[in-house]
């Protein structure tokens, strides 16, 4: 991968917007001083929660004093590159990450985490099984990045803590629903 190598000491957080009130989800932003959120979903908007959609949401952080930056185009776990797909039309990671769209993606990524408090956004409340855990952080992480995962009661969640779950095995079910790894991180 053609990323370089960051600063020591390289902290980003992650969160899943799940279907929380708008007022809830910048409170729990503010609660752990989050001045950038970056918005990697591939498809900004939502049915459910239609606070969530693209331009709500950057209105309301926005409003709340914190940047917005979508970079799901480039960051995002369904990108519209074919090469980024398995034969079986499932996304496949280790394509997507190959790519050179997405290593840009990073690398502007991490040009902001050592410039301000950044949080990586996605719609999953759980990391484990999301894309900007499956995807994202393990990239970050080769580059010596910490990641923190807020979860939806504002508690957090360390990557180090989850990898070492996951490596024992305890995730493999909860993670995959069916324990698969198919078109997963390996």
Known sequence: MNVSTPKPDL?????GHSNHPIERFLGLLRQHGVEVLVDARSKPFSRFSPQ?????????????????LFMGDILGGRPEARECY???GKVDYDLVEAQEFYQRGI???LDGIARFRVCILCAEEDPTR??????????LVRQGVDVVHIRGTGAVEIEAEIATRSRSGQLS???YGDGSREGRPR
Do not use: P
């Open 107 to 109: 690398e502007r990524l």
């Open 173 to 175: 079910l909860l993670a």
């Open 52 to 68: 969530f959609s693209r331009k709500a949401l950057e209105r309301a952080v926005t409003e709340a004093s914190i940047r917005y």
């Open 86 to 88: 398995g034969a079986d």
């Open 11 to 15: 902290s980003v957080l992650t969160i």
């Open 130 to 139: 999301c894309h900007r855990r499956l995807l994202i952080t393990r990239t």
